[in-house]
């Protein structure tokens, strides 16, 4: 029996259902016994501690003006050196009157991966719209024509070379790594052998291996007097080693779907590759998107294993930086720092919309 009468058992304010249930949740998740109680109030002291402790060191012992002789004097992070350095973190050794070009370059890149992300143009001018983008891109980084001053591969560098190696070498990749996929299944034994033991060889070796191949045992194989750019060997194999692991998570994807859905497309006459490009490729990269974004990301971040071929991306300009004779061993941080907020801003954005691509398709089972 209420303990209000009608009249104030209305007026009476109760929490919204959705709060109360939330809150039951955390008190019995976190809370429900001594012991989950203890546990989580030790965790969240830690988290209040360390987070006193980072807002100190960021915010409020920081140095935000002067020079190196200033954040020696300092206890906190060392912002200036970052105002110093940012340009060459980004750009490296890319000549610095120039720098509007990689600038330009990155920023074309970008847009065309956000056109990208957007199913409603997905269609063929995406495509011819890809290789003028790619073309544009290079003739600003290499100069040479339309007054543009020559510049060398091996002055590229910092976020624009880690962002062209990462979602080139992807994107030629995906194509191919499709085909070994369907080749890996392929009833031609042949094509099964060749396909299984290509899949199989590159995924037994790491990134770092092919990388050195490239840079140093394949000019070895060429005639005398042949060469290829660095860039290009590093972004060859970066490609060939993404479409081992892209034929995998696509062989992944085939196998999940139903055998009725081919005996269905056969059924009404279509053919192989009818059937495999209208009916069942398309519902087996809708079950392999979320594995498929992963393994862009652990790519994106791999990227950073071409400094053994000599090539300056994001991360190493940002150990060239730190050792600048001014700065050496005053800001060790900072520079770190920088490199994972701009990596995990590429990977959250990656995994959100990997996250919406999934809603949009619906690719739960029901």
């Known amino acids: 029996m209420s303990r209000f009468g009608p009249a104030e058992a209305l ?5 919204p259902p959705a709060a109360r249930g939330r809150l039951a949740q955390i008190r ?13 109030l030790f965790c969240l002291a830690l988290i209040v501690l360390a987070g006193q402790a980072t807002a100190e060191w960021l915010l409020l012992d920081a140095v935000w003006a002067g020079g190196p002789e200033a954040c020696k004097a300092g206890e906190g992070a060392c912002w200036p050196f970052l105002a110093e350095k940012l340009r060459f973190a980004v750009f490296g050794f890319f ?8 600038g330009v370059a990155m920023l074309l890149l970008l847009a065309m991966c956000a056109a990208t992300m957007l199913p409603a143009l997905w269609r063929r001018e995406l495509l011819l719209g890809w290789v003028l983008a790619l073309l544009a891109m290079y003739l600003l980084m290499a100069g040479g024509i339309l007054g543009l001053v020559p510049v060398p591969t091996s002055q590229w560098g910092g976020l624009p070379l880690t962002l062209m190696l990462a979602v080139v070498g992807f994107g030629a990749g995906f194509p191919l790594g499709v085909a ?9 034994p042949a094509i099964r052998t060749l396909c299984t033991a290509y899949i199989e060889l590159i995924r037994g070796v790491p990134l770092i291996s092919l990388l050195f191949m490239a840079s140093v045992m394949l000019p070895l194989f060429l005639p005398e007097g042949w060469t290829i750019d660095k860039v290009l060997r590093a972004q060859v194999a970066i490609i060939l080693f993404a479409a081992a692991y892209i034929a995998e998570v696509v062989r992944g994807g085939l196998q999940g779907i139903d055998k009725g859905q081919y005996e269905a497309a056969t059924a009404v006459g279509l053919g192989y590759w009818q059937n495999m490009i209208l009916v069942i490729l398309p519902q087996a990269l809708r079950i ?3 594995p498929m974004v992963t393994l862009f990301i652990g790519f994106f971040q791999d990227t950073t294993l071409v400094t053994i071929v000599g090539l300056f ?5 940002i150990r060239a930086a730190q050792r600048d004779p001014s700065w050496q061993g005053i800001a060790v941080l900072e520079g770190y720092a920088f490199a994972a907020v701009v990596f995990f801003v590429f990977c959250w954005t990656m995994a959100r919309y990997s996250r919406w691509l999934e809603a949009r398709f619906d690719v739960g089972h029901k």
């Open 11 to 15: 007026a009476a304010p109760l929490a």
């Open 28 to 40: 019995a998740t976190y809370f429900g016994t001594p012991r989950n109680a203890v546990v989580s």
């Open 95 to 102: 000549p610095y009157e120039q720098q509007w070009r990689p």
């Open 180 to 188: 070994l996929a369907l080749g890996r299944r392929s009833r031609l």
């Open 288 to 290: 392999v998107i979320p």
């Open 313 to 317: 991306d994001f991360l190493s300009s």
